[in-house]
């Protein structure tokens, strides 16, 4: 069963930085794609950022390119978000989630962790 | 305001149909199969029931199907059951920077 596990979510002030991380079980994490998934409280789900299996393609949505970096290190099986000059309307569940299907983000959201909360408030 | 349109509540009665329709464009719903639909109960994350507009995942129930004409998804559920009241969710692939978009949800409730 793949299992990803979320951490690094926090309370942080406007300006501020945090670095999220997802560690993966299975041993095949260096084959899937991987996408970082938020839904701000009582609100729906929007799609924050989108990493390759190798690393080397990543996208972002609009409101976040150029303060948040994605990442991974196949190695250590783990993905991570750096969230710089966080803003109040960042403030969300953060998830950690792995693509199934075609590959060159054509794929669907297959395994979803559990999230972590990032709460931007002064 | 979200890239795709879902209505924001639909509601049926045990062992009725309902149909939750997703409207996007032809850069990303209409230009793709590439359409998924994601349920989530409350305090949950999503999981996913329709993935590449009608397909299901293992273990996933016959009573979900999807469809699409044109530049609108559909996911149906037949023979509602209570455990089926939750959130919905279609996404799908968008061309350009935005990799991906999700639609504004829908709340289900079995009356």
């Known amino acids: 069963e793949v299992q990803l596990v979320e951490s690094g979510g926090g309370l942080v002030q406007p300006g501020g930085s945090l670095r999220l991380s997802c560690a993966a079980s299975?041993?095949?994490?260096?084959?899937?794609?991987m996408n970082w998934v938020r839904q701000a409280p009582g609100k729906g789900l929007e799609w924050v950022s989108y990493?390759?299996?190798?690393?080397?393609?990543?996208y972002y949505t609009d409101s976040v390119r150029g303060r948040f970096t994605i990442s991974r290190d196949n190695a250590k099986k783990s993905l991570y978000l750096q969230m710089n000059s966080l803003r109040a309307e960042d403030t969300a569940v953060y998830y950690c989630?792995?693509?199934?299907?075609?590959?060159?983000?054509?794929?669907?959201?297959?395994?979803w962790g559990q999230g972590t909360l990032v709460t931007v408030s002064s | 305001q979200s890239a795709l349109t879902q209505p924001a509540s639909v509601s049926g009665s045990p062992g009725q149909s309902i149909t939750i329709s997703c409207t996007g464009t032809?850069?990303?719903?209409?230009?793709?199969?590439?359409v998924s639909w994601y349920q989530q109960h409350p305090g949950k994350p999503p999981k996913v029931m329709i993935y590449?507009?009608?397909n299901r995942p293992s273990g996933v129930s016959n009573r979900f199907s999807g469809s699409k004409s044109g530049n609108t998804a559909s996911l149906t559920i037949s023979g509602l059951q209570a455990e089926d009241e939750a959130d919905y969710y279609c996404s799908s692939y968008a061309s350009g920077s935005t990799l991906r978009v999700f639609g504004g949800g829908t709340k289900l409730t079995v009356l």
């Open positions: 032809s850069n990303d719903v209409g230009g793709y199969n590439y």
């Open positions: 299975e041993l095949t994490f260096s084959s899937y794609e």
């Open positions: 989630v792995r693509d199934q299907g075609y590959s060159y983000g054509l794929g669907y959201f297959a395994y």
């Open positions: 990493i390759s299996s190798s690393g080397s393609n990543i």
């Open positions: 590449d507009v009608s």
